[in-house]
């Protein structure tokens, strides 16, 4: 696997960090982190990234939910009143 044409990086720390078809890109990007900001601060940073983007994509799919829901109830009357001309034979 090739990332941004390269088959591995030297981070910070001097340590080589290789990238194959089975790579843990969440580690890979915490061990290019790990040695600029430090292990403490790399975690903190990851932590607060990973729990932002779950908030983020919960909100995202509650306001979907409730945005359809609500469309859904403004155009039952009119949905019912068709449906009733249909069964009705009218």
Not at 10 to 39: E, H, K
Not at 49 to 57: D, E, M, N, R, V
Not at 63 to 83: F, H, N, Q, R, V
């Amino acid at each position: 696997m090739v990332f941004y044409g390269k088959q591995s990086v030297t981070v910070a720390g001097g340590q080589m960090v290789m990238f194959n078809p089975d790579s843990d890109w969440i580690r890979i990007a915490y061990l290019t982190l790990a040695p600029l900001l430090g292990t403490m601060a790399a975690s903190t940073l990851f932590a607060v990234a990973l729990l932002a983007s779950g908030w983020f994509l919960m909100i995202l799919g509650w306001g979907s939910a409730i945005l359809i829901t609500i469309m859904d109830i403004y155009s039952l009357p009119e949905s019912l009143k068709a449906a009733w001309h249909i069964i009705a034979g009218g």
